[in-house]
């Protein structure tokens, strides 16, 4: 034992702040929070059209009580008058949207106003994983996990965009701590259901996740629970009350036809990485048996994409290859969570017995079922289950390598002292290196590599073309920019009582003198604003310049322009 300090001494007060439950907890979300908000609008750079749509929505719905669709309070935003390219069946998800609409109401439109609920989302699963792993081991453990999944590069992609799948993991965590309690005090029990219930809201793949979580915990206090009688029976009833509405939808609603297409069991599979695999094998023997069947098919791409969750390649080497969902192009995971996953592995298959190790080893193998029955695997959006069980898993890792190097004498797993010692001098190294880097990687210029995954420029130059549009000239938005009219619709802050809702896209716009066609075509007013791309300005004859937006490295990218006159 290491000798003790005086009282006064600096360690001895920092020791003594670090153990109050309030101050470990509070510092936790202070780093966590400086490192979500810190260049929030610049970082990734750009804002993707699925951020400015749910934006938008939210600021409609808080602004007129309808989406930009015309639907009031909907359970499910559909997006069926902002179509442009065709896709139906867009849906967004209320717990995220309804969540946005009072920062929606508070803060004008930007960047920042659309990102921040899913930082605040992001804090709410750091503190709810700090009270779940407190309640099921102890407080050093809790300020790990919790500590873990602050600086984790997975759960801070999705921390800084406004993405739906954000507010699962928030949902997911609250809801387990409040089962747990509840094994104490019952009355939490129905708390813990209506929470899972609304997890089903949040994100599609909680729809297979969340009863999956749900069976696991069943399974490993069924004694428990059996004793505790009617107020287990009674969060049960209050769980099939909230989740009521979903199973109906999931049963009859149209707007499930997008999910259908996405799902293994009716989607095109061709250019599937488990029918790649299959491909490079022997096209005569098994491999092509597989491949020409169907009902052999579809179990071999769903066993493949299981198990592609679980490898090193997504874990810890390339990741989700989709720019907006792994923006510094490495794994999931820092390397460092190895060999911790590793030893929390063996702690879980040793406690086998205890209910905690089997609620969370069943929570591991849930984890990516319901990514692994839909197409384009592997899927960090999709697998976002897996936060924040690989934190406090992590954090159990740690503790036991710390116990492994430090056997009683005489014992029998004196030969884990070696082992533990390697995996300790991995963590130590790996952890800052691999934490600066991803800082540098992330706030710094490699991120400028990933601006047109993120439609750089639209929201400043939505803005300033509105601001900048005569009293009877028209902004005319090239279709090349994906989307590009919602910028509009959300950044120069257009009033949606005021849309022509029901119609295409240009009708609706039209009171706002905006319309949605290429360069080539349409008006030669030189009264009006033309947004378009470098490359279309630079074909065109007769466009002059006005001014331009360059992606952060300097490469052209949009341009504002006029038609010369005649």
């Known amino acids: ?54 934006a938008a929505n939210a600021r409609s719905i808080g602004r007129t009580g309808t989406d930009l669709s015309g639907v009031t309070l909907p359970l499910y935003s559909e997006e069926r008058s902002y179509e442009f390219w065709g896709a139906r069946h867009i849906v967004y998800q209320p717990v995220y949207l309804y969540a946005s609409i009072p920062f929606a109401l508070a803060l004008d439109p930007s ?125 049960a009833l209050a769980l099939a009350v909230v989740v009521g509405p979903n199973l109906y939808l999931v049963a009859t609603d149209t707007q499930q036809e997008r999910v259908h297409d996405r799902m293994i069991l009716s989607g095109y599979l061709e250019n599937e990485r488990a029918v790649a695999f299959l491909k490079a094998r022997d096209a005569g023997g098994w491999a092509g048996t597989v491949i020409r069947h169907r009902p052999l098919l579809v179990p071999f791409v769903f066993a493949y994409n299981y198990a592609s969750y679980f490898l090193p390649d997504f874990l810890f080497l390339n990741g989700d290859p989709n720019p907006r969902h792994n923006s510094t192009a490495g794994g999931a995971c820092p390397f460092y969570y190895a060999p911790l996953l590793i030893a929390a592995l063996a702690t879980l298959i040793r406690d086998r017995r205890d209910p905690r190790a089997r609620f969370l080893g069943g929570w591991l193998l849930a984890y990516p079922v319901a990514a692994s029955l839909t197409l384009e695997n592997p899927h960090a959006i999709r697998a976002i289950p897996a936060l924040p069980l690989l934190e406090i898993l992590c954090a159990l890792g740690l503790l036991a390598l710390k116990s492994w190097s430090q056997p009683a004498p005489g014992s029998p797993r004196r030969w884990l002292e070696p082992v533990a010692s390697v995996g300790g001098l991995i963590v130590l190294v790996a952890f800052p290196f691999e934490l600066v880097g991803y800082a540098e990687k992330y706030y710094g210029p490699t991120m400028e590599s990933t601006a047109p995954e993120w439609q750089h420029g639209l929201a400043e130059a939505a803005a300033r073309l509105k601001r900048e549009q005569g009293p009877d000239a028209w902004v005319r938005v090239s279709p090349a920019l994906h989307n590009g009219y919602l910028y509009f619709v959300y950044f120069a802050d257009l009033d949606p009582r005021d849309l022509r809702r029901g119609a295409g896209v240009n009708e609706q716009l039209a009171p706002f003198r905006i319309r949605v066609e290429p360069p080539t075509s349409g008006s030669a007013d030189p009264r009006d604003l033309w947004l378009l791309t470098d490359a279309e300005w630079k074909a065109s004859r007769r466009l002059e310049k006005v001014w331009d937006i360059p992606y952060p490295d300097g490469t052209p990218h949009l341009v504002a322009a006029r038609r010369s006159a005649p």
């Open 1 to 54: 034992m290491p000798e003790q300090t005086s009282p006064e001494s600096a360690p001895s007060r920092i020791a003594g702040f670090w153990s109050r439950p309030a101050a470990q907890l509070g510092v936790i979300l202070v780093v966590a929070a400086s490192l979500r908000l810190y260049r929030l609008e610049e970082a990734p750079p750009g804002i993707y059209c699925d951020e400015v749509a749910l």
């Open 111 to 235: 960047i920042f106003a659309a990102r921040l609920p899913s930082v605040v989302f992001a804090l709410l699963a750091i503190a709810g994983t700090w009270r779940l792993v407190r309640k099921l081991f102890d407080l050093r453990t809790a300020a790990l996990a919790a500590g873990l999944l602050a600086l984790s590069p997975w759960h801070l992609q999705f921390s800084r965009i406004g993405f739906e799948a954000i507010s699962l993991p928030a949902l997911t965590v609250w809801a387990v701590w409040c089962l747990w309690e509840g094994l104490e005090r019952p009355r939490y029990l129905f708390g813990g259901a209506v929470l899972a219930g609304l997890a089903t809201y949040a994100y599609p793949v909680a729809k297979v996740f969340v009863p999956l979580l749900l069976a696991v915990f069943v399974a490993a206090n069924f004694a428990a629970l059996r004793r505790i009688g009617r107020p287990a029976l009674g969060a």
